[in-house]
């Protein structure tokens, strides 16, 4: 985080409702910082989806100002050049993907953004590799199980380079050999990133701040309570350790 720059991302009073519904983003004020890995952790329901897609211009707020890199942040145009830079990865991996194979669905963004077919492959290639994915190439995507469509949909946004990526409950489906590989990869990434979490353990090991949201607002916590665990096991009556 480097406050003495301009935020990449600056909310201010940002406020949105569905249509007929009530207030779900109220007033809210958000700074996002170049080199920022941010964890959000919030019950069911507290907007963080929406404020995501307000971000990325897929829901217009209804009042506040905007600014991404730099810049206002209200007509489609802008948001078109932002969604270049910005890679969301959505709640439900079945959003992401649509190209009959792997390779397609990863090679899709660089040759929408002009890179040659040999450049898109040799990219894709890359970045599979990179997410232990080599040779699930020619695999038919929706024939994943969920967890590979995870990692897959965050191979299709790596591909284009973002300078942010937003991903929204990205373990949902991951096994914990797949959680660990995250864990492993999304810090080194040299990326901005907001993360949707439910899961502590996961923030604490990917992210540098955790904020939390409530009534329509982001709130940071970043006050430590001591808490009991429970939990149940085989053996459990002999004295022993957990790490
Ligand atoms: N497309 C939609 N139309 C109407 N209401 C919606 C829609 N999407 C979400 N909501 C409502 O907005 C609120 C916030 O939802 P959401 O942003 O998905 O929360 P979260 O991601 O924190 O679980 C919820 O009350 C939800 O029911
Ligand atoms: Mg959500």
Do not use: W
């Amino acid at each position: 985080m480097n406050k003495n720059s301009s935020p990449i991302i600056n909310l201010e009073k940002i406020t949105f409702g569905y249509p007929g519904g009530p207030t779900v983003i109220d007033k809210l004020d958000m700074k996002f910082y170049q080199g920022d890995q941010t964890g959000l952790i919030a019950p069911n329901g507290s907007g963080k989806t929406t404020l995501f897609h307000i971000i990325m211009g897929l829901i217009k707020p209804s009042d506040g100002k905007m600014e991404i890199f730099g810049k206002p942040a209200i007509k489609e145009e802008e948001f078109s050049n932002i969604r270049g830079k910005i890679g969301l990865l959505f709640q439900d991996a079945d959003d992401q993907l649509f190209c009959p194979t792997v390779l397609e669905d990863v090679a899709f963004g660089p040759l929408n953004m002009g890179k040659s077919k040999e450049e898109a492959i040799d990219i894709s290639r890359k970045t599979l590799d990179s997410l232990g994915l080599a040779g699930f190439e020619d695999r038919i995507t929706y024939k994943l199980s969920g967890g590979e469509k995870r990692l897959v949909s965050l191979a299709t946004l790596l591909s284009m380079k973002p300078e942010i990526l937003l991903l929204d409950e990205p373990l949902t489906g991951l096994d914990t050999e797949t959680r660990l590989k995250l864990i492993d990869i999304l810090p080194n990434l040299d990326l901005s990133y907001i993360l949707i979490s439910h899961e502590i353990d996961f923030l604490t090991a990917t992210t540098k701040q955790i904020y939390t949201m409530k009534d329509g607002k982001i709130l940071l916590d970043d006050q430590s309570y001591i808490h009991k665990h429970e939990h149940v096991h085989q053996f459990g009556r002999i004295p022993h350790k957990h790490n």
